[in-house]
């Protein structure tokens, strides 16, 4: 089944511990993205991938890195975690530009930073 | 930059009504404009996207949505909700020919079905 996985679902954490959430895709994708969602806000995108090695931030970096060192893997890295980092974090991926093509979504992981 | 308005952070209808979910876009440029659905503790999927190609789109579950330029619109309806739509409906849009990595989400419409 094509899918876009996203680990953990559910995490609590305290503010200054470093956290990873991972996501995996297993379409070949070279295309992904991660995105918060936050209330009244939409989707804003945190960074993006266009293949192995190549990323670039989007609206929202701060506070956050990723990696691309294997093309169905797309890591978050959150080094020092601060409450305003609470919120949904989405995973996606696409066979192309994320403009144009479809992007398929993780079923996302709820974070909290206390 | 490219930004979308959606009219309406919560909208409800009685099952069998028309569903009709607001969505205006600003760009410099022709955009393109999606639709994705988000069912509760779900990823966002897609319903259905105009590139420029006929101004009326058929998308899945009975949705559709049609490109207005004049009005920069981008409404989506059904005519006839069913329980099973009740989800949370963004718009967006993007404009590939000046920056194909970049989609502007709206804040979002959550709709409700009453029975």
């Known amino acids: 089944e094509a899918q876009v996985t996203q680990n953990p679902r559910y995490l609590i954490t305290v503010t200054g511990k470093k956290l990873t959430v991972t996501c995996s895709q297993n379409?070949?994708?070279?295309?992904m993205s991660w995105y918060r969602q936050d209330p009244g806000l939409g989707l804003r995108q945190i960074y993006y991938?266009?293949?192995?090695?190549?990323?670039d931030k989007g609206d929202v970096p701060e506070g956050y890195k990723v990696s691309r060192k294997e093309k169905r893997n797309f890591p978050l890295i959150l080094e020092s975690p601060s409450p305003n980092q609470t919120s949904l974090y989405f995973c996606?991926?696409?066979?192309?530009?994320?403009?144009?093509?479809?992007?398929?979504f993780g079923p996302g992981t709820r974070l909290t930073v206390t | 930059a490219q930004s979308v308005t959606q009219l309406g952070s919560h909208v409800s209808v009685s099952e069998g009504a028309l569903v009709l979910l607001r969505c205006n876009y600003s760009?410099?440029?022709?955009?393109?404009l999606f639709w994705y659905v988000q069912y509760p503790n779900q990823g966002l999927q897609l319903l259905l996207k105009?590139?420029?190609?006929?101004?009326l789109v058929k998308g899945i579950n009975g949705f559709e949505a049609e490109f207005k330029k004049s009005e920069t619109s981008f409404h989506l309806t059904k005519p006839s909700a069913h329980m099973s739509d009740a989800a949370e409906y963004f718009c967006?849009?993007?404009?590939?020919?000046?920056?194909?990595?970049?989609?502007?989400f709206g804040a979002g419409t959550r709709l409700t079905v009453k029975p």
């Open positions: 967006a849009v993007s404009d590939p020919p000046l920056n194909n990595n970049d989609m502007r």
């Open positions: 379409m070949n994708h070279e295309y």
């Open positions: 991938s266009m293949n192995v090695e190549v990323t």
């Open positions: 996606a991926s696409s066979s192309g530009g994320i403009g144009t093509y479809e992007q398929y």
């Open positions: 760009s410099s440029v022709p955009p393109y």
């Open positions: 105009y590139t420029s190609a006929a101004t």
